[in-house]
């Protein structure tokens, strides 16, 4: 009987739903339902039924109700007085049929952001709701001016940090970062700029009132030291770990940017957890192009995209930060703030409203996530083409957060992605070949030294094997001489001892 009425009415089982019997009058609870659905996800208010845990019991409504209600209800929603906006259209308000009985179906878009909050009455601390599972909550303070923030068409991280100096930012991160960017863009004029010149034209600086030049909140983000970002964003917090089913062993491996042995930014977070989130996606392709290994397909692209997402959407002021959370093929990333766009809207993809678009920007800018909106399109075809469990994509309010989860598993042979079952280097997609063959390039054109700071800015580590191999060396004793004078210039140190002897760059 529920699931025939829901299919009658083409609704889910879910609760985006509110059924009120409606006998006496329109209910005065309707405009907090008003009120949440648009500041939440959407939903759909029925009037003339009300709704049991297996069962609907439908009363249906008389004309004259009909009739009555829908002028009552279109008074108030545009009444100023009585409800902070209208976002509904006309067809979002008709009447249907059910067993023969006629009931008001009101259909409640969630709201465009520029639109939040909307609520009831003239103060929107007192009248601003949300919807969640156990139904509609008035919402905190905290979540309200979240919602005013995220109306602004000025991005927040585009701000200059007026008090604050150039020191707040880690001189090796920024390092690392031209270094990348240089073997990426190899003639590109930027590459002949001062340090200041080159943070300018990535807008991670800017001249404040007095002319000299300070951090814009992106540039601090992307890369500040920890403790000069928690002076501006108190709850800022980067938390990656990995866990497992034993009980005794809390986690196998965990950094976060209160560590104190790195700078805590988000460049630098990026590329000390992509390099390990991805460990158990077994890829059957490796390939070599001019010296250099090409083994990433499209999931590796797609678990980039879903970390840098994160990081471009999250909204500093929010509470517990960015978590991620890797359980063996269990990936699950979290980050503060809702949605800018509609659920709908998000998986349309094309439209993704970052919260961050400069922090996005300069990512971007390193081959490092889509600003186009796509990135969300990339994770669910990447993961539908490899018959793996679809991914969630769930939102949290009170206190906000939008996360992502994720299970990986062997990557199965899909045409265009490089292969190993001939002897040849063997590509069927004509663009993949020239994507390959453009980033060999680039990467051959670095001198040893920038492949190997390059590839530590990636990976976080390198042997002396890899760094023979990376740099086209016959014997390791070139590579050592190398990786001694890198040393000797401070630029990388050495763990381990031994065959487990690494080196990563110097904190």
């Known amino acids: 009987m529920k699931q025939r009425f829901l299919e009658t009415l083409h609704l889910e089982e879910n609760y985006k739903r509110e059924c009120k019997l409606a006998e006496n009058g329109l209910p005065v609870s309707i405009w907090e339902t008003y009120s949440s659905f648009a500041n939440t996800e959407g939903g759909v208010i029925l009037l003339g039924v009300r709704e049991h845990r297996d069962s609907f019991e439908v009363n249906g409504l008389t004309e004259r109700q009909l009739v009555k209600y829908q002028k009552d209800f279109w008074s108030v929603v545009n009444d100023r007085n009585k409800v902070s906006k209208n976002i509904l259209l006309n067809h979002h308000v008709a009447v249907v049929e059910v067993e023969g009985k006629k009931l008001l179906q009101i259909e409640v878009p969630e ?216 359980n063996r093929k269990k990936i699950t990333i979290a980050n503060p703030g809702t949605l800018r766009v509609s659920r709908e809207d998000f998986f349309a993809g094309g439209n993704s409203d970052p919260r961050n678009p400069l922090v996005l920007k300069m990512f971007s800018r390193v081959n490092v996530g889509e600003r186009a909106g796509s990135g969300i399109d990339k994770i669910m075809t990447a993961w539908r083409e490899q018959n793996w469990k679809k991914p969630e994509f769930i939102t949290e309010y009170s206190p906000d957060r939008v996360i992502v989860k994720l299970e990986v598993g062997q990557v199965v042979y899909i045409p265009g992605a490089a292969d190993l079952r001939g002897k040849g280097y063997e590509l069927e997609s004509a663009e993949v070949t020239s994507r390959i063959k453009e980033d060999a390039i680039k990467y051959n054109a670095m001198s040893k030294e920038e492949q190997i700071l390059s590839y530590l800015q990636r990976h976080g580590e390198i042997s002396m094997g890899q760094a023979t191999e990376l740099c086209g060396y016959k014997t390791k004793s070139a590579a050592r001489k190398l990786m001694e004078k890198l040393r000797e210039k401070n630029r990388i140190e050495r763990i381990g001892s031994g065959p487990m002897t690494r080196y990563r760059i110097k904190s």
């Open 111 to 326: 709201a465009d952001r520029h639109d939040k909050p909307v609520y009831i009455g003239p103060d929107p601390m007192k009248g601003t709701y949300r919807r969640n599972y156990e139904g509609d909550y008035l919402c905190a303070e905290e979540e309200i001016r979240a919602m005013f923030a995220d109306q602004r068409e000025v991005s927040v991280d585009s701000e200059i940090l007026e008090k604050m100096t150039l020191d707040a930012l880690n001189v090796d991160t920024i390092k690392g970062y031209r270094i990348r960017f240089k073997g990426l863009h190899e003639n590109h004029p930027w590459n002949k700029l001062q340090t200041d010149e080159f943070l300018m034209k990535l807008k991670a600086v800017g001249k404040n009132k007095e002319g000299n030049l300070s951090p814009t909140v992106a540039g601090l983000l992307m890369f500040g030291e920890a403790e000069y970002i928690q002076d501006v964003f108190s709850n800022y917090f980067l938390d990656y770990r990995e866990e497992t089913e034993n009980e005794k062993v809390r986690w196998l491996y965990r950094t976060t940017s209160d560590d104190g042995d790195w700078s805590g930014n988000l460049y630098d977070f990026y590329y000390k957890v992509i390099n390990r989130i991805d460990d158990d996606v077994a890829v059957p392709f490796v390939n070599r192009r001019n010296g250099a290994r090409v083994d990433e397909v499209d999931v590796h692209e797609a678990l980039a995209e879903a970390v840098v997402n994160a990081l471009a959407h999250a909204d500093y002021q929010g509470r517990r930060g960015i978590v991620i959370v890797k």
